[in-house]
């Protein structure tokens, strides 16, 4: 398994268009989760998910913004009419239980 | 809340050992993370630690937790130029869907 990937690696898009990330985690991971981090913090809690149900969803977390992951298997992180302030590196990892989680290399998204 | 919290940065010569420090909040923190972020790379998990434990040693890191005094430590023997990168300190609590919270990061700069 060559562990969890992200795509794209980079985005750049002008405010008000949408955009979408795919993430596939480690195979039989069946918890994958969403952060977001911006330059000189910690990662930000999103969401989460145990296999395809979505248990948890951030305060954070406005309408524009949705999760999905169909089949249990790989997820998508959508964000509608962009806006500046939502320029950060997002960032996938996945675990299954009693294991650390392991990130993917995320996707560095700028909202000109 | 849920708090983490860490030293912003620390340096050493190669060949020392360094020891970054971390305290948290929550009494009910079930498992401790240390992840590893080299410049523009993702979060490399480096070990973790259940709350039942009081030390892990795996190769140069040695971790050290003191559940009274919610204080976790990680020590890297040996440092090298390598090592330069910044270490997260992240908790989770088993009943909360193990979503991570992290603190600020360490910057840790090896000098030769």
């Known amino acids: 398994d060559t562990g969890v990937s992200q795509n794209p690696r980079h985005k750049i898009t002008k405010r008000g268009q949408n955009v979408t990330f795919r993430c596939d985690p480690i195979?039989?991971?069946?918890?994958l989760y969403w952060y977001r981090q911006t330059l000189g913090q910690g990662p930000e809690f999103l969401t989460y998910?145990?296999?395809?149900?979505?248990?948890?969803k951030s305060r954070l977390l406005s309408d524009r913004f949705s999760a999905e992951r169909p089949k249990g298997s790989f997820s998508t992180l959508e964000i509608q009419r962009t806006e500046q302030g939502d320029s950060a590196m997002y960032l996938c990892?996945?675990?299954?239980?009693?294991?650390?989680?392991?990130f993917g290399p995320g996707t560095r998204l700028t909202v000109l | 809340g849920e708090d983490v919290e860490q030293s912003l940065f620390l340096s050493v010569r190669e060949g020392d050992s360094s020891v970054i420090n971390c305290t948290y909040t929550d009494s009910s923190s079930t498992y401790l993370y240390w992840y590893k972020q080299e410049p523009g790379a993702g979060l490399q998990l480096l070990t973790y630690?259940?709350?039942n434990m009081d030390m892990k040693q795996d190769q140069r890191l040695t971790v050290l937790l003191n559940k009274k005094d919610k204080h976790l430590s990680l020590r890297i023997a040996d440092t090298q130029t390598g090592d330069s990168a910044i270490y997260f300190c992240?908790?989770?609590?088993?009943?909360?869907?193990?979503?991570?919270?992290w603190g600020l990061g360490t910057s840790l700069a090896v000098n030769p």
């Open positions: 630690i259940f709350s």
């Open positions: 990892a996945s675990s299954r239980s009693g294991q650390g989680s392991y």
């Open positions: 195979s039989e991971h069946n918890r």
């Open positions: 998910f145990q296999n395809e149900a979505q248990l948890e």
């Open positions: 992240a908790e989770a609590n088993a009943g909360n869907n193990r979503k991570l919270i």
